[in-house]
């Protein structure tokens, strides 16, 4: 019984970190979208908000237009949390789908920042050398488009 509940636990943990993205040391390799998800509502039915977002270009608020139609939209990455192991060789391909440029860095792994541009593909690779949690970010969009890497014993 002892036995049949490990087996149980193992096959469960593998299937919840394939779910989450891990695997097995080696080479893992994925792609980030750099969106802009929008909501529309009109003013008559959802009242344009009175709250200011969060400072930062990566929340957008435009006001009511002549029809009374308003728009919230923010900038992010997706995934926002990339999950590897130490010791995997990682290649992030950003796309850039939303937004004319971003230039992002991941913290910790990157010397130089990345350009991107709409339409296009850049590509980052490294080793995880180094275990814990490391920000992947937008100079042009903060607050909102920021991700994270995280690298686990």
Same mark, same amino acid.
């Given at each position: 019984?002892?036995?049949?509940?490990?087996?149980?636990?193992?096959?469960?943990?593998?299937?919840?970190?394939?779910?989450?993205?891990?695997?097995?040391?080696?080479?893992?390799?994925?792609?980030?979208?750099?969106?802009?998800?929008?909501?529309?509502?009109?003013?008559?039915?959802?009242?344009?908000?009175?709250?200011?977002?969060?400072?930062?270009?990566?929340?957008?608020?435009?006001?009511?237009?002549?029809?009374?139609?308003?728009?919230?939209?923010?900038? /992010?990455?997706?995934? %926002?949390?990339?999950?590897?192991?130490?010791?995997? +060789?990682?290649?992030? $391909?950003?796309?850039?789908? =939303? *937004?004319?440029?971003?230039?992002?860095?991941?913290?910790g792994y990157q010397a130089q920042a990345v350009k991107l541009r709409r339409g296009a593909v850049q590509? /980052?690779?490294?080793? %995880?050398?180094?275990?814990?949690?490391?920000?992947? +970010?937008?100079?042009? $969009?903060?607050?909102?488009? =920021? *991700?994270?890497?995280?690298?686990?014993?």
């Amino acid at each position: 019984m002892r036995y049949a509940m490990r087996l149980f636990a193992a096959g469960v943990a593998v299937s919840a970190g394939v779910v989450a993205g891990e695997a097995l040391a080696g080479e893992r390799v994925f792609h980030v979208l750099a969106v802009e998800p929008k909501g529309t509502a009109q003013a008559a039915k959802e009242p344009f908000p009175v709250e200011k977002l969060p400072a930062g270009s990566g929340y957008v608020l435009k006001a009511p237009d002549t029809k009374g139609d308003w728009q919230v939209s923010a900038y /992010v990455f997706q995934p %926002a949390q990339i999950f590897v192991r130490k010791g995997d +060789g990682v290649t992030l $391909h950003f796309v850039g789908i =939303n *937004g004319a440029a971003h230039t992002i860095t991941v913290e910790g792994y990157q010397a130089q920042a990345v350009k991107l541009r709409r339409g296009a593909v850049q590509t /980052v690779r490294f080793k %995880a050398d180094k275990a814990g949690v490391f920000r992947i +970010g937008c100079k042009e $969009h903060p607050p909102s488009m =920021n *991700g994270e890497l995280i690298v686990s014993e």
